[in-house]
């Protein structure tokens, strides 16, 4: 295939760009056309994540050949305002090296305004995609970039006016996928009546992370981890997703949803079930999705005693947004009581896991970026070193800066014979210079093109994750549970460190893993 970019491609690249487009051809080797639609283009994830991530396809030449993008909002724009909206978020060095391929790529949009609920701005819409229509195959990919508010009446008028008529048709729709179990389930009973399942891509970015689907393969692609992986080895484990700054006047939004429901219910018990999962029979989409809700069907409901909230309080002793509490922020509810931190211990009733504390941890203000899955194994039995003997862990980075290490234990080096804490690493910055590491966003919205569903959430696994965490929102917010308060800028509650110490978690404080200076 020839290319007009003289950016090089990397191996991998270049192979997901052959597979990619063995998926797309149609049985008689005719190039199929794409319309890729964004609702809501002329919001903040749209012009920050989903069209940057478009750009970087094209870029890559992984974009399908044959593809048009239609961005559609009630903002009275054109498609030069959108341009102008997206250049500050493109990489500058592609703005500045490749102006001619940025202009071909922004060459490829349109644009239409109109209301989310106008039936006739929807057949508007479709007129321009028709016209747009030049290949004998022709398909459409919607990204709800959308409020939830929405989506009913959006996939409505999308079923009524704007399915494809020779090719396929797919919605991707961005969380929440409601706020408990029957919301959550009204939305699905809506969607079922419109589209298929395998039309229906409900996206978690987190499962697009790089060490996040690495997950599959250190488990079942090593010798070394199964005979291991399992009550009788793994003492806990820990998913944290720890953020440095608060909510940055986006109290608003944040306060109507709470910390549970923003990350711990959607990305890190995903992050769960890839961690706790059996081996599935192949590695297609439907057998790990079999798999992961065969972990949630196992799971109870957690319990109000074994979850820590808390919230966070200005830092005098810092400097800028981090002196003013999360009550401070003048878009946050007077006297709000919604956690900004969580920590929630999991158990899965199952042979290989039951008794092992699955820890689920979540915050923001607090004293580091990061986000990471830690497996701490159980203790050495018949310690001969006095004690000096700390527990191994298995640690995967997931940002920043993603890497796999093992903490264990080694002799100091010299005369004496001590133990000290350190770590085989691997650091994908140092092992993999050279490499471009692709946003989330990238292999998810390929995906979606390839028609592949491994990396997005179905119905059924939706149901059981609500089912586990509903019961615990619904009691918090009954009984208007006090959140303990944090300071900005610390681990977080001194609660959480307790809950963990009580169900067999061990912290230290004694070893940091440093990343590695290139």
């Not at 749209?46 to 991530?53: D, H, M, Q, R, S």
């Not at 949803?257 to 029979?281: S, T, W, Y």
């Not at 089912?467 to 619904?474: A, D, K, M, V, Y």
């Not at 009984?479 to 460190?497: I, M």
Request: with cysteine; hydrophobic share 40%; proline share 5%.
């Amino acid at each position: 295939m020839e290319t007009n970019c003289d950016i090089p491609a990397s191996p991998q690249c270049i192979a997901l760009l052959r597979e990619t487009l063995e998926l797309l051809e149609t049985k008689d080797h005719s190039e199929p056309g794409f319309t890729f639609i964004i609702l809501g283009a002329s919001g903040d994830l749209a012009k920050k994540k989903i069209y940057p991530t478009l750009w970087a396809l094209y870029r890559d030449n992984l974009l399908p050949k044959h593809t048009s993008i239609v961005g559609f909002a009630r903002s009275n724009l054109t498609a030069a305002d959108i341009r102008s909206r997206v250049t500050p978020y493109l990489p500058r060095n592609d703005i500045n090296n490749h102006p001619e391929k940025v202009d071909a790529f922004f060459s490829l949009n349109q644009y239409v305004s109109g209301a989310y609920d106008g039936l006739e701005d929807f057949a508007k819409l479709n007129s321009v995609i028709s016209s747009l229509e030049t290949m004998p195959s022709a398909n459409r990919l919607y990204y709800l970039a959308l409020p939830p508010t929405v989506f009913a009446t959006v996939t409505s008028n999308i079923k009524e006016q704007c399915m494809a008529l020779r090719g396929w048709t797919r919605i991707i729709i961005e969380k929440p996928f409601g706020r408990d179990s029957e919301s959550s389930a009204l939305l699905s009973a809506h969607l079922s009546s419109l589209f298929k399942e395998e039309q229906i891509y409900r996206i978690d970015h987190y499962l697009g992370k790089e060490m996040v689907q690495n997950l599959m393969a250190l488990r079942f692609g090593n010798r070394i981890f199964g005979p291991i992986w399992n009550r009788e080895n793994i003492a806990s484990v820990m998913i944290s997703f720890k953020e440095p700054f608060g909510t940055q006047g986006r109290g608003g939004y944040f306060d109507s949803f709470g910390i549970i429901r923003d990350v711990m219910q959607n990305h890190l018990l995903q992050i769960l079930c890839l961690v706790a999962m059996e081996k599935p029979v192949t590695t297609s989409g439907e057998d790990i999705r079999d798999e992961k809700v065969k972990v949630l069907r196992c799971m109870e409901e957690v319990k109000l005693d074994n979850i820590v909230l808390g919230q966070y309080t200005g830092n005098p002793e810092l400097e800028g947004e981090a002196k003013e509490g999360y009550l401070d922020d003048p878009t946050v509810p007077k006297g709000s009581l919604t956690a900004t931190y969580a920590l929630a211990a999991c158990f899965i009733k199952n042979e290989r896991w039951d008794g092992v504390p699955f820890f689920l941890r979540c915050g923001k203000a607090l004293n580091e970026r990061k986000a990471e899955v830690r497996i701490q194994f159980r203790d050495v039995a018949g310690d001969i070193f006095n004690e000096q003997c700390k527990r191994n862990e298995l640690v995967i980075r997931v940002q920043p800066g993603e890497a796999v290490y093992v903490k264990l234990m080694n002799k100091t080096p010299g005369m004496a014979f001590n133990l000290e804490e350190t770590e085989l690493d691997l650091t994908y910055n140092s092992r993999y210079k050279d490499l471009h590491m692709p946003d989330a966003y990238e292999r998810l919205i390929l995906d979606v093109f390839c028609g592949s569903q491994i990396n997005f959430v179905r119905s059924d696994e939706l149901v059981e994750a609500w089912r586990i965490f509903t019961p615990l929102l619904h009691k918090i917010e009954k009984e208007k549970v006090k959140p303990s308060l944090y300071k900005y800028g610390s681990r977080g509650p001194a609660e959480a460190d307790e809950l963990t110490q009580r169900l067999g978690f061990k912290f230290y404080g004694t070893y940091k893993w440093v990343k590695p200076q290139l």
